[in-house]
T-cell receptor, first 114, second 109 residues
Framework: NAGVTQTPKFRVLKTGQSMTLLCAQD?????MYWYRQDPGMGLRLIHY???????AKGEVPDGYNVSRLKKQNFLLGLESAAPSQTSVYFC?????????????FGEGSRLTVL | GQNIDQPTEMTATEGAIVQINCTYQ??????LFWYQQHAGEAPTFLSY??LDGLEEKGRFSSFLSRSKGYSYLLLKELQMKDSASYLC??????????WGAGTKLIIKP
């Protein structure tokens, strides 16, 4: 059972470089999310999607873009990386967006921006 | 504003019981979640409470008091593998999750 898969697992970027994180889920979930996790802080929602072709901004969307061209994939892009974007990024999916919508997380992508 | 508060770190002994508290302030309320996260790994779902009271699931139980904006996670018969961070998250009226910073639980033999 693959569940939620993120690639790459680790990446080091220089300031100003761009990159894309890929999230794939095989559970046919409608909802997908991108979070970042920083020391001493709770998970913060960057962007989310409630279905194929839809995206919406979360709590901290600036500096990131997303796309959901296929139901199973949710891409997170950094157009011009900044040191403040050094973080661990988690993708998650759920079958519903409402109550009892258990989130299934990927293993995380550790990004360092120098 | 919206806020989730939980202790930063707790220590307990193998075989004992530990209670991790969480207080929440959300705009509206659609439930309270607990997740477990081992170091370097993804969070995994433990429990969901939307009504007042205690939900028991094996060695883990979760309690909710909506009037007090309070929840706790109770872990019994602690095992070394329970060493992890425990994340509390409240769901607001827009069904968005507000996450606490997590409680790191250290289990000692």
């Amino acid at each position: 059972n693959a569940g939620v898969t993120q690639t790459p697992k680790f990446r080091v970027l220089k300031t100003g470089q761009s990159m894309t994180l890929l999230c794939a889920q095989d559970m046919n979930h409608e909802y997908m999310y991108w979070y970042r996790q920083d020391p001493g802080m709770g998970l913060r929602l960057i962007h989310y999607s409630v279905g194929e072709g839809t995206t919406a901004k979360g709590e901290v969307p600036d500096g990131y873009n997303v796309s959901r061209l296929k139901k199973q994939n949710f891409l997170l892009g950094l157009e011009s990386a900044a040191p403040s974007q050094t973080s661990v990024y988690f993708c998650a999916s759920s079958s519903t967006g409402g109550e009892a919508g258990e989130l299934f997380f990927g293993e995380g992508s550790r990004l360092t921006v120098l | 504003g919206q806020n989730i508060d939980q202790p930063t770190e707790m220590t307990a002994t193998e075989g004992a019981i530990v209670q991790i508290n969480c207080t929440y302030q959300t705009s509206g309320f659609n439930g309270l979640f607990w997740y477990q996260q081992h170091a370097g790994e993804a969070p995994t779902f433990l429990s969901y409470n939307v009504l007042d009271g205690l939900e028991e699931k094996g060695r883990f139980s979760s309690f909710l008091s909506r009037s007090k904006g309070y929840s706790y996670l109770l872990l019994k018969e602690l095992q070394m593998k329970d060493s992890a961070s425990y994340l509390c998250a409240g769901m607001d009226s827009n069904y968005q999750l507000i996450w606490g910073a997590g409680t790191k639980l250290i289990i000692k033999p």
